[in-house]
Nanobody
Framework: QVQLVESGGGSVQAGGSLRLSCAASGFESGSSTSYCMGWFRQAPGKEREKVATIDAYGNTEYTDSVKERFTISGDNAKVYLEMVSLTTEDTGTYYC??????????????????WGQGTQVTVSS
């Protein structure tokens, strides 16, 4: 049973930084080289958006709006999202997501089968 727990959210002023963490458990050992984890966010009134993904080999992808500002990384059973130069547009609930038994990260949100409860990020001006 895969479980994902996010932490690190909070309130920060524009221009500030935050680092989100996602603690994962329950991954099958056989999927250690075939999984994808990602960060998604959802602002009020908007659709959930893919922010960044990382696969078992360390390959990363980012949505254009966060490139050069956000960095996704993995360390053992944790995935991180380092965010700098935050703007009010980054405000939202950030979710950690994962999928086992994939060699490439899913292209669509629906391809991620496991989700955390989310952590709130609020950026004020």
């Amino acid at each position: 049973q895969v479980q994902l727990v996010e932490s690190g959210g909070g309130s920060v002023q524009a221009g500030g930084s935050l680092r989100l963490s996602c603690a994962a458990s329950g991954f099958e050992s056989g999927s250690s080289t075939s999984y994808c984890m990602g960060w998604f966010r959802q602002a009020p009134g908007k659709e959930r958006e893919k922010v960044a993904t990382i696969d078992a080999y360390g390959n990363t992808e980012y949505t254009d709006s966060v490139k050069e500002r956000f960095t996704i990384s993995g360390d053992n059973a944790k995935v991180y999202l380092e965010m700098v130069s935050l703007t009010t547009e980054d405000t939202g609930t950030y979710y950690c997501a994962a999928q086992q038994w994939v060699w490439l990260c899913p292209a669509e949100i629906r391809g991620f089968g496991y989700w955390g409860q989310g952590t709130q990020v609020t950026v004020s001006s």
